[in-house]
């Protein structure tokens, strides 16, 4: 455990928290536009998805989709009005239902806005940290009317 600790550790050593953001979730293509209505701003986000995704959001979507099924979806709101107004770095969807993460290296963080905040550490597990996502959409899922 110690191993893979220091190497996970190194691989994100020197970078700021936006740095870390856009390496392990990438850039939205969408521009921040000031402060938008947030159901604008999730529709803004999810047309303008990076052609290329990071490996961790290739893993997310599979994890996601290996659970829910093809219409599960993983989308990066990093640079958008979501993730600098908002707290949101990125959010999964099923059926209309999101969840929505904050990834962040600071380990003392006591707050955020999003539903579920993400750390370097829980990015080793992505299978694990994908599976409590998941539950916390099936929990939104089962309370709908």
């Known amino acids: 455990m110690f191993f893979k600790e220091e190497v ?16 392990v979730l990438g850039t939205c293509l969408a521009t921040v536009r000031g402060h938008m209505e947030r159901t604008e701003a999730f529709a803004q986000v999810r047309r303008n998805q990076p052609p290329l995704r990071t490996q961790t959001v290739v893993a997310f979507n599979r994890e996601v989709r290996q659970l829910l099924g093809d219409e599960a979806r993983f989308f990066t709101a990093v640079g958008t009005s979501l993730d600098v107004h908002q707290g949101i770095d990125g959010f999964f969807e099923f ?13 003392d963080k006591e707050t955020w806005k999003a539903d579920r905040i993400v750390h370097p550490e ?12 998941v539950k916390q959409m099936q929990i939104k899922l089962s309370g709908r009317v």
């Open 95 to 107: 059926n209309g239902v999101v969840v929505t993460i904050d990834v962040t290296m600071n380990p």
């Open 122 to 133: 829980d990015l080793e597990d992505i299978p694990h940290l994908v599976g409590r996502i």
């Open 8 to 23: 996970m550790s190194s691989k994100f050593d020197g970078l700021t928290g936006h740095q870390f953001e856009r390496k």
